[in-house]
């Protein structure tokens, strides 16, 4: 090949690679082929975008609370709170518990509010098991001051391997069983045995003839 076709060739090259890149630099960070979705349910209305929403359950099946996990970010200007969570199938209501203090859950402008997990904010199902079945996809809305009902699909997932440390913190301890009572062994004589018949015969023949001789 001479030297000026192995530059052309060259420059050819050079064009098609400056054209992918360009294409995927147009295609934003947004597009299908550089997105990454989450294994975990989530949904984005207006300024809120909600990512890695669960349910999370006792683990083994155990009876108790449960929690919803999820991260919501506010990309709006102004403040807004989340005001409730309703769990479809589930008639109790979702306690919501702000991450200090007493107040409601606020969601300020241009940050996020996690659900879960150690210092986190919470939402309380006070019956876990009939609230949810593990392994189920879970309607879960989640309701905004601003943005109003937000709904989608969580899964149902016990707290164990990555969910541990973002599941319920009232894990119900494990029973012990009661002892059995001590059986006094055969032979062995007890502490409250009543006393000898025959002493007691004779104390009160003593007594008698004490009080005949006066």
């Not at 949904?43 to 975008?49: H, N, Q, Y």
């Not at 018949?197 to 005949?212: I, L, M, N, R, V």
């Amino acid at each position: 090949m001479s030297r000026s076709l192995r530059r052309g060739a060259l420059a050819a090259s050079a064009i098609v690679v400056s054209i992918a890149s360009l294409s995927a630099c147009a295609a934003g960070n947004d597009a299908q082929t550089l997105g990454v979705r989450p294994d975990n349910a989530a949904t984005s209305v207006g300024e809120l975008k909600l990512q890695n929403v669960n349910v999370i359950t006792q683990p083994d099946g155990a009876a108790g609370p449960a929690v919803i996990s999820a991260t919501i970010f506010n990309n709006g200007t102004a403040p807004q709170t989340l005001d409730s969570i309703a769990v479809k199938g589930y008639d109790g209501k979702v306690a919501l518990h702000a991450a200090k203090g007493g107040g409601p859950i606020t969601l300020p402008p241009q940050g996020k509010v996690v659900l879960g997990g150690k210092g986190n904010a919470s939402a309380v199902l006070a019956d876990g098991s009939a609230a949810a079945t593990d392994g189920n996809a879970q309607l879960v809305t989640f309701s905004f001051s601003d943005a109003g009902e937000v709904p989608l699909r969580a899964f149902v997932v016990p707290a164990t391997s990555y969910f541990e440390g973002f599941g319920p913190s009232s894990i119900p301890a494990t029973p012990k069983p009661k002892p059995s009572p001590k059986e006094t062994p055969a032979g062995e004589a007890s502490n409250t045995a009543s006393p000898n018949p025959g002493d007691a015969a004779s104390a009160t023949t003593g007594a008698t003839t004490g009080t005949t001789g006066n």
